[in-house]
């Protein structure tokens, strides 16, 4: 492995530019081989729910080898995705590695391999694949700009991941305040019902929540429903029926 001064183009610019994180991934594995001229196919895989896939290929034959991976559990792409380790293959004729798949790999015409992490060790975990026709393929790659690729691609998923949480969070979020707004507006009614305070109109439907077995927001929406003539929306008050 050597190390040359990075070649890496301004990926600030290149995310600013993309509209998703897949095409954000294609634009890197688009642009590995500037940094490893003998790469001859280059694939970037991520585990979801448990199962690796490659979400984005760039020249020959990457998805292929990785698929073979894949499908025998084993091979230096997936050894890099579960230890977080760079795995470099020189040379398949001479690898004893990973059962069969070295020989596949070389009948395909791929002779060398490199496999960088990416978010190593996460649920989201995945590796940077490059493939050579030649022995010794990435004994000039400049491994300083496949690491920053690999960072970046690292760094899109993460921002990828925050963006879904707290999107979920959100939802979690406005679903909360709207049960508590029918919540309230049951308690109001059952206030002017009983001519009791909010302590007790509480009470009193968490009561019948328990012993008709159905959740406390359930109850109030149906209250609301036969008082108002129709379903509680957005959270606003509703009138009871003359």
Known sequence: ????????????????????????LQALADRAPVLAPAAQGVGITLE???????????????????EAQYGQ???????????????????????????PYPAFAAACGTRSSLSLPIAAHTHTAGALNLYSPKALGFAD???????????????????????????????????????????????GVIMGRQRCRAEEAFDLLRTASQSRNIKLRDLC?????SVGGGPPSDGRPLRPRP
């Open 1 to 24: 492995m050597t190390e040359q001064p990075s070649a890496l183009p301004d990926l600030t610019s290149l995310l600013l530019s993309t509209d998703s994180v897949e095409r954000f």
């Open 48 to 66: 979801r729910q448990g199962r690796p896939l490659t979400v984005v290929s760039s020249g020959v034959g990457a998805s292929d080898l990785d």
């Open 221 to 225: 929406a149906e209250l609301l429903t």
């Open 141 to 187: 790659a400049d491994f300083t700009g496949l690491r920053a690729l690999a960072a970046q691609a690292t760094g899109a998923i993460a921002l990828a991941q925050r963006i879904a949480d707290a999107r979920q969070y959100a939802d979690e979020l406005r679903t909360a305040m709207e049960s508590r707004a029918v919540i309230d507006q049951a308690i």
């Open 73 to 99: 559990d084993d091979g230096p792409c997936l050894q890099s995705l579960r230890t977080g380790e760079e795995v470099e293959v020189t040379d398949m004729l001479d690898e004893e590695r990973w059962g």
